[in-house]
């Protein structure tokens, strides 16, 4: 049995930051702009905040700036307290996660019958979703009770056999919820609160049980036809947009803060939340019925980001956006919210963990060093989809520019790398078998396809 993260960490795990404020103040400004909606993110080490920080504004019309202790709603990071929920309930024995989801729901669409928390937990249960659904988008802009969301979204078919495969689905979380409201005998909210938000004290935390705002902090949604305007998701022409969060629930109905996000995943890879066993599900890949695995555990994510293991989720609800990820072996959480829903917080805040960790070549200044990389990089190169890459060396600056699109500053980074502004993700420049080649490096999803020089 594996030990509790921070428990390997305590005494192990050395302060690592590659990096000081000034370094994440640039990645925050890249991201951001001081008259629109924006985010507040920050990153704690062995339980030391190395990092945090607000840009944007928390309302437009007041002006107020956001701050780092603004209540945000967390969207989706809403599945990991669910799952931590469940987990609860089964370690007292007040239910199994081999019970199917009709022991709680006698009366739902008798296809969802059989369908065994583990599998909603997963995403493996065969569910679709019910989000783009025309009866639910009709409407979701107002309150209904658990049971009326229940009845409306469990109309949907499944879309695979249990265990086939992982599709993401927020109908089963939905469900979820309703087994442990029937479990303990409590409402959903009231659980959480009695259950983990008190007991830790996460006082700025809560499920937001109806309604859409909760402070004032004003979430806001991209107006399609004018892209550049931003509009609150409360006020969204597009009714399908305005979700009343009682159609979101146990899927991702919670609000809270940076600081109570920090609190809680102490607390939950501490073993204060769960057991070690509980734990490890939650953290453990989840295998499918022809024995491969994806790339999820019970309420989070589990994957790389630059080659380190990862636990993380994000959330989306209207008018917010919010990334939280774990990487155990530097016992670092980062935390990102933005109050506008179509953007992504974890960009800003997964460079800010690659500088943190030095998990992206450091950028040189060195106008000598500069000079000497520019003569091995500058040239054309050619992807296998035989688009052209060319790199130039203009007033000791190097541009790259992709075919049919415009030039770019590249910063040149140690190691034969490079990388565009305001990324982490960076090229390097290669040679294998007399071949000179630029191999991209995504920090999630690794190294990508080389462009071999002409």
Not at 31 to 60: F, N, T
Not at 148 to 175: A, M, Q, W
Request: hydrophobic share 40%.
């Amino acid at each position: 049995m594996k030990k509790s993260a921070i428990s390997i960490c305590l005494g192990l795990c050395a302060f690592t930051s590659h990096a000081d404020d000034k370094d994440f103040d640039a990645v925050l400004q890249c991201h951001s702009a001081a008259d629109e909606p924006g985010l507040i993110v920050q990153l704690v080490q062995s339980d030391e905040v190395i990092y945090s920080g607000a840009a944007g504004l928390a309302d437009l019309k007041t002006k107020r700036p956001l701050k780092i202790d603004d209540v945000m709603q967390i969207g989706s990071v809403t599945k990991m307290f669910t799952a931590a929920a469940i987990l609860k309930l089964a370690e007292s024995n007040l239910l199994s996660l081999q019970d199917p989801i009709g022991k709680f729901i006698p009366e739902i669409n008798p296809k969802y019958r059989d369908l065994t928390l583990f599998s909603l937990l997963t995403h493996t249960s065969g569910l679709s979703d019910y989000l783009g659904d025309p009866v639910v988008n009709s409407v979701w802009g107002n309150y209904a009770s658990l049971d009326k969301v229940i009845k409306i979204i469990t109309r949907l078919p499944l879309s695979f056999n249990s265990g086939d495969t992982h599709i993401y689905s927020n109908l089963g979380y939905i469900l979820l919820g309703k087994a442990i409201e029937v479990s303990t005998g409590m409402p959903y909210n009231q659980y959480m609160q009695d259950t983990f938000f008190k007991p830790l004290g996460m006082d700025n935390t809560f499920v937001v049980t109806q309604g859409i705002r909760v402070n004032d902090v004003v979430g806001y949604t991209t107006n399609f036809d004018a892209p550049k305007k931003h509009i609150k998701a409360a006020k969204s022409k597009d009714r399908a947009w305005k979700v009343d969060r009682s159609w979101i629930h146990a899927s991702g109905a919670i609000a809270s803060t940076l600081q109570d996000m920090k609190v809680w995943n102490k607390a939950l890879m501490s073993g204060q939340v769960v057991s070690e066993k509980s734990l490890n599900l939650m953290t453990q890949k989840v295998r499918l019925n022809d024995n491969s695995t994806a790339n999820y555990g019970l309420g989070l994510n589990v994957y790389k980001l630059g080659g380190e293991i990862s636990y993380n989720h994000a959330g989306m609800v209207p008018g917010f956006f919010t990334w939280h990820v774990y990487l155990p072996e530097h016992d670092l959480v980062a935390t990102g919210m933005s109050n506008q829903d179509k953007y992504f917080p974890g960009l800003a805040l997964l460079d800010m963990v690659a500088i943190a960790l030095g998990l992206s070549p450091k950028p040189i200044k060195d106008q000598d060093k500069i000079t000497s990389f520019a003569e091995k990089l500058v040239g054309d190169y050619r992807s296998i989809d035989s688009q052209t890459l060319s790199i130039t060396f203009e007033n000791n600056r190097l541009y790259s520019q992709h075919e049919g699109e415009e030039k770019r500053l590249i910063i040149p980074r140690e190691n034969n790398a490079y990388s565009y502004e305001c990324t982490e993700h960076y090229f390097t420049l290669r040679e294998n078998a007399n071949k000179i080649k630029l191999v991209p490096t995504h920090l999630i999803h690794g190294d990508q396809a080389a462009y071999t020089k002409l």
